[in-house]
């Protein structure tokens, strides 16, 4: 056997090694846009390598030659897809163009038997690299472009390996075709080009576990119908904020909906979702972005109005329902009535305790009458409740 078809033969079955890990590894993942560009570029050089080790003949050396001259376009245009989102110059179909004007340059040269045609075929190959590469070093920048750069390198490396036969050792004849180290050079680019691959499509897929996760984890917090925190993440919250405020400077306020068994039951349960998403959205519109706001189960809702007294509480309750009856009004809902009850945290007070005096003032609330405020003072065994204030609510 000739150097020259070890050295295929060694480039082939490294191609084939890349080509069959990349393959795998798809079959096993999720297939992202892309992939199978890839994997057809990896395996069609490797295809060319053999053709080449396996023939002299002069059209078995062409089809080689066009065979080893593509995978840099054909994965340039799999990254296209795959990047959808990050725009790589240029478009795929001047990808394709650019590599089907150098194959038929090559082509016509073998037809014409021309003098140097394997030369033809290298310098056309050199361009075909060259595109890529350059290309590739104009795509994204930053943390996303750093694979692609790399992939860049490597292609322009493999674009000058036939220039290496043109050196004195070419002259002697251990090299006059420069064929074989084309091979070399396709080998030791695409398998950087699948080492590439393996990178981008383990770097999305863990973007996209992470994000996963971020949205479990949310879910997890947020109370699907309302998109409020749920009575574990509130409490978390809460805890946290009376945690870095000035002591006794929170108001906690608790509210529900008045007669909404009577809602549920003559319009239905879908008519009661509406009425909690619409309280929900009435509370976000007149919160501050540093309050916190809970759903604790049914259609009672809890607030946490930091750097703030009941005074002002009793005007964010009045603003609250406002928005709540010009919201259903709007939605064609009966005319809707809230009870609230609030208390001023104290110092050192725990969430859970506050959260039960509050529960007691909209108790009151709802004995006084409903559609109302109450604010209690006292400890839990020893309220002292405020006369309510409906501060323009209309009871039901």
């Not at 150097?3 to 393959?23: M, R």
């Not at 002069?58 to 065979?67: D, E, F, H, K």
Request: aromatic letters at 6%; glycine letters at 10%; proline letters at 4%.
């Amino acid at each position: 056997m000739s150097p020259h078809a070890d050295t295929l033969f060694i480039a082939a079955a490294a191609l084939a090694v890349a080509a069959a890990s990349l393959t795998g590894f798809g079959l096993r993942r999720q297939r992202y846009r892309g992939w199978l560009w890839w994997v057809g570029a990896m395996w069609l050089t490797t295809l060319g390598a053999l053709v080449a080790a396996g023939s002299r003949g002069a059209l078995a050396q062409t089809v080689a030659s066009l065979l080893l001259m593509q995978w840099p376009v054909v994965t340039l245009i799999g990254l296209r897809q795959f990047h959808a989102r990050h725009a790589i110059p240029g478009q795929a179909r001047a990808d394709a163009s650019v590599l089907a004007v150098a194959g038929v340059v090559v082509l016509g040269a073998a037809a014409l038997d021309a003098p140097g045609a394997a030369w033809i075929a290298a310098f056309c190959s050199l361009g075909v690299h060259a595109y890529a590469a350059v290309l590739l070093f104009r795509g994204p920048a930053g943390h996303d472009g750093a694979p692609l750069h790399s992939l860049g390198a490597a292609i322009a490396v493999a674009a000058f390996a036939p220039v290496l036969a043109m050196s004195p050792a070419g002259s002697t004849g251990l090299w006059p075709n420069p064929l074989p180290l084309r091979a070399v050079g396709a080998a030791l680019g695409s398998v950087v080009m699948a080492f590439v691959a393996l990178m981008l499509v383990c770097e999305r897929s863990e973007r996209q576990l992470r994000d996963s996760r971020r949205r479990l984890r949310a879910l997890a917090n947020m109370d699907a119908l309302t998109q409020v925190p749920n009575r574990r993440h509130f409490h978390d919250l809460a805890t946290m904020a009376l945690r870095n405020d000035p002591p006794g400077s929170a108001v906690l306020l608790m509210l529900d909906v008045d007669h909404f068994k009577g809602i549920n039951d003559h319009l239905g349960h879908a008519a009661g979702d509406r009425v909690l998403t619409l309280v929900s959205g009435a509370l976000l519109e007149h919160l501050r972005a540093q309050d916190v706001a809970g759903r604790q189960g049914g259609d009672e809702f809890v607030l946490l109005l930091r750097r703030a007294d009941t005074r002002a509480a009793m005007g964010v309750a009045a603003r609250i329902v406002e928005g709540v009856q010009r919201r259903a009004e709007e939605a064609r809902l009966p005319r809707l009535t809230l009870s609230f009850g609030m208390v001023q945290v104290t110092d050192g007070e725990r969430i859970e305790d506050a959260m039960r005096r509050a529960d007691q003032a909209m108790y009151e609330a709802k004995r006084q009458g409903r559609g109302c405020a109450v604010a209690a003072e006292g400890d839990e065994d020893h309220p002292v409740f405020s006369e309510s204030q409906r501060m323009g609510l209309t009871a039901a």
